[in-house]
Structure formats: C-alpha cells, structure tokens
C-alpha cells in the first residue's frame, strides 16, 4: 500500500514520514517518504501494519528548523484505510476458530506426586440462528496422577489415571451475554484399580461482554472418578495484537479427591487475523505445603 503526500513549500522540506499501525496498537511503524516530484513524495507501507482489516496511517513533515507539522491526518486524528472487508454477519468466512492446547498442571512441586498433563484440539464454529451463537466440539486427553491429602500423610499409593473425551456444547444468547452447556463423554483407565470406563461430564459457562472483546467467563464441568474444575476468566482485548487472560478456579483433578486452587492466566501474540500464539501459567495449592506450577501452551487458527 503506497501512500503519497504533497507540500507547496518543498525547499523547507528535510523530512516527511508515514507512520502507520493496526487500529488500537500502541506503537507507531515509521517510514520516511522518498520525493517521487517536484512537490511530492511517497512511501510504501511494511507488510507488519496490513495483516488486519484495516491500517491507521498519517503523514507528518519536519522543516529545516526541527519543527514538526501533520500533513495528512495526525496521531490523534489518524486516516483509516480498509484493507479487506472483514466478514458480514451472514458471511461463513470469519466463523470458525481452531484452539489446539496443551497444559501441564502441578499441584506439588516437592517430593509429592500431584499432577497431570492435558492436550485439547477445541473447534468452534459460529452459527448465529435465532438465539443459537456457536457450537464447539473437541476432543482431549489427561494423564495424571495423585491420591487424597489425607494419602499423602499416610503413604498411600499413588493413583495413575488416564481419561480420553470427546466434548460437544452449544452457546446460547447476543454479543454481550451468552449461556454455554453442553456435555464431555470418555473413557477412563486407572492403573492403580486396574478399572476402565465411560464417563459423562457436564459443563456450563455464562459469558459476559463481547464474545470476542473484553469479557467476563465463569464455568464448572464435573466427571464422576475424575474431578470438578470451576473457574472465573477475564479475557482483555486492549491490545489488538496481544490476547490477555487471567483466571482463578478450583480444580480436584487428576483423581476426583480434594480440591484445590488455581491463579494464572495466558498472554498471546496474533500475527495476523488468521493465528495466534498463546503462552499459559499459573500456581495452584491443595494447601499453604501443596503448591506447585504449571505452564502450557496453545495455537489459536481462525478463518
């Protein structure tokens, strides 16, 4: 994308800049313009400002004194450029999202075996009929092992579990609030009891603020021999480019025994419209002994 300026007075000319950003960035890329004419000078755009739907650009001159004047547009005031139309409401481009996620949690860090690694491929897929916003759908695996507190005092053997699932959940209501259920079905093996099988997990989460913006999310699910999670997270979107999470919940996975404390959150960085690069972190507590860390992370792909 070329951007031209002219001026009347090009002898007081020492430099005329572009500078450029992705709408709500904080940070300005700066060229400076080459004179093409007698009275003009143009510039041509970095591809790290055209990966949106839109760029914000103005064009500002220095004289031979220093002093510094808008030409086209200001920092305050910028033009805004549409690069591609992004998609309209009946529009299926823009619809789905792709989160493919890993997550090792660790509720000791010490000696103590309590813990357990997740993986999920999470698709979701807006819809927007009548009331319905979006479907998602999924599978997951978890691989954990752990035992209660009170068998960790008594040296009891450690539980060794092992859960694979499928997850469907529909999502109900507008942009601002919305009421998600839907239900998780897996199979689980234990090798401590040597027992395997199914389980029916159901899962809720009530939305509010945008779906893709500054939000608000709380959520449970809960499986019989596996454990219950519950959680409240905020998702920022101050920053365009950088997705923002923090989030506290309880969790008595890998073994359904006693709950603890989860506080982190994730910190992304999108390189264009299309992916996205997420890092996760927390620390999680049975107990002011039982403390541990996790870190994970996921790929988010929209289209």
Same mark, same amino acid.
């Given at each position: 994308?070329?951007?031209?300026?002219?001026?009347?007075? /090009?002898?007081?000319?020492? #430099?005329?800049?572009?500078?450029?950003?992705? /709408?709500?960035?904080? #940070?300005?890329?700066?060229?400076?313009?080459?004179?093409?004419?007698?009275?003009?000078?143009?510039?041509?755009?970095?591809?790290?400002?055209?990966?949106?739907?839109?760029?914000?650009?103005?064009?500002?001159?220095?004289?031979?004194?220093?002093?510094?004047?808008?030409?086209?547009?200001? $920092?305050?005031? /910028?033009?805004?450029?549409?690069?591609?139309?992004?998609?309209?409401?009946?529009?299926?481009? $823009?619809?789905?999202?792709?989160?493919?996620?890993?997550?090792?949690?660790?509720?000791?860090?010490?000696?103590?075996?309590?813990?357990?690694?997740?993986?999920?491929?999470?698709?979701?897929?807006?819809?927007?009929?009548? *009331?319905?916003?979006?479907?998602?759908?999924?599978?997951?695996?978890?691989?954990?092992?752990?035992?209660?507190?009170?068998?960790?005092?008594?040296?009891?053997?450690?539980?060794? #579990?092992?859960?694979?699932?499928?997850?469907?959940?529909?999502?109900? $209501?507008?942009?601002?609030?919305?009421?998600?259920? $839907?239900?998780?079905?897996?199979?689980?093996?234990?090798?401590?009891?040597?027992?395997?099988? #199914?389980?029916?997990?159901?899962?809720?989460?009530?939305?509010?603020?945008?779906?893709?913006?500054? *939000?608000?999310?709380?959520?449970?699910?809960?499986?019989?021999?596996?454990?219950?999670?519950?959680?409240?997270?905020?998702?920022?979107?101050?920053? /365009?480019?950088?997705?923002?999470?923090?989030?506290?919940?309880?969790?008595?996975?890998?073994?359904?025994?006693?709950?603890?404390?989860?506080?982190?959150?994730?910190?992304?960085?999108?390189?264009?419209?299309?992916?996205?690069?997420?890092?996760?972190?927390?620390?999680?507590?049975?107990?002011?002994?039982?403390?541990?860390?996790?870190?994970?992370?996921?790929?988010?792909?929209?289209?």
């Amino acid at each position: 994308m070329v951007i031209v300026a002219t001026i009347d007075e /090009p002898e007081q000319v020492r #430099q005329i800049r572009v500078l450029a950003q992705i /709408p709500g960035d904080v #940070q300005w890329e700066t060229v400076v313009m080459e004179r093409t004419g007698d009275f003009a000078w143009s510039a041509s755009l970095p591809d790290e400002v055209l990966t949106g739907w839109t760029v914000a650009w103005f064009v500002e001159w220095v004289n031979l004194d220093g002093d510094i004047a808008p030409i086209r547009g200001s $920092g305050t005031a /910028p033009r805004a450029t549409v690069i591609r139309e992004s998609p309209a409401p009946g529009d299926p481009a $823009g619809r789905s999202s792709l989160v493919l996620s890993t997550e090792w949690v660790d509720f000791a860090s010490d000696s103590l075996v309590d813990h357990y690694f997740v993986s999920e491929a999470m698709l979701r897929y807006r819809v927007e009929r009548r *009331n319905l916003l979006f479907v998602r759908t999924g599978v997951g695996f978890l691989d954990g092992r752990g035992t209660s507190l009170h068998g960790y005092a008594t040296d009891a053997s450690v539980e060794h #579990q092992q859960a694979a699932y499928g997850v469907l959940e529909l999502e109900v $209501g507008g942009d601002l609030v919305g009421l998600g259920g $839907g239900v998780a079905l897996g199979r689980l093996a234990n090798d401590e009891s040597s027992y395997f099988g #199914q389980f029916v997990s159901p899962r809720l989460r009530l939305r509010i603020g945008g779906t893709d913006d500054t *939000n608000l999310e709380l959520g449970t699910s809960w499986a019989e021999d596996v454990g219950y999670e519950g959680w409240a997270r905020v998702a920022i979107a101050a920053l /365009p480019r950088v997705p923002i999470t923090a989030e506290i919940g309880v969790s008595s996975l890998p073994v359904g025994e006693d709950v603890g404390v989860r506080l982190g959150g994730s910190v992304g960085y999108r390189f264009n419209p299309r992916f996205t690069l997420i890092a996760r972190f927390s620390m999680n507590a049975r107990t002011i002994y039982h403390v541990g860390v996790s870190g994970g992370a996921a790929i988010r792909l929209d289209w």
